[in-house]
């Protein structure tokens, strides 16, 4: 099976009807609407369970679904914190320059001047520009660095590399 992306977590049921409040994991709200099957699934699994979704609609920051078979808010209360995951290949193409998140961790944290700074291990929203959380595995040090091209010189994708730039008080 391919690889599945979370794009959203369901966070509750909406209503008495079926439909779920989600929490999604993407910027584009827009592209739930262009979805007909997705998998939900815990975190980190592979695999799940194929869901048709009958109608979408965004409620603010959150996503309303309303998937095929889920008629009850007791139905919809056995989805909660359940991960909605679509296939790699069904991914929408990014501008140049930006990337998704799921690319980045893992990747060698490096400085300008070539010193090993540690592995993407997270990515934590803080508003405007989230921050990537870098962890040394030898002293399992952490710290945090925005997630904006002031801080990010260069994404190494072939060579799974990151290079920032150090300022006081980063590290």
Known sequence: MAALINIGQILAPQGNKGEVRIWPLTDSLERFDRLHRVVLAQQEADSGQPMCIEAVRTQGRFVIIKFAGVNTIDGAETLRGLYIKIAREELEPLPPGR?????????????????????????????????????????????????????????????????????????
Not at 106 to 131: F, M, R, S, W
Not at 139 to 162: I, L, N, Q
Not at 163 to 169: D, N, Q
């Open 99 to 171: 990337y998704y998140i799921f690319e980045v961790l893992g990747l060698e944290v490096y400085d300008t001047e070539g010193n090993y700074l540690g592995q993407v291990v997270d990515y934590l929203l803080t508003g405007l520009n989230g921050c990537f959380i870098i962890k040394h595995a030898a002293t399992s040090h952490e710290f945090m660095v925005p997630a904006a091209r002031e801080f990010v010189r260069k994404m190494d994708w072939a060579g799974g590399k990151m290079v920032i730039k150090i300022i006081p008080g980063l590290l």
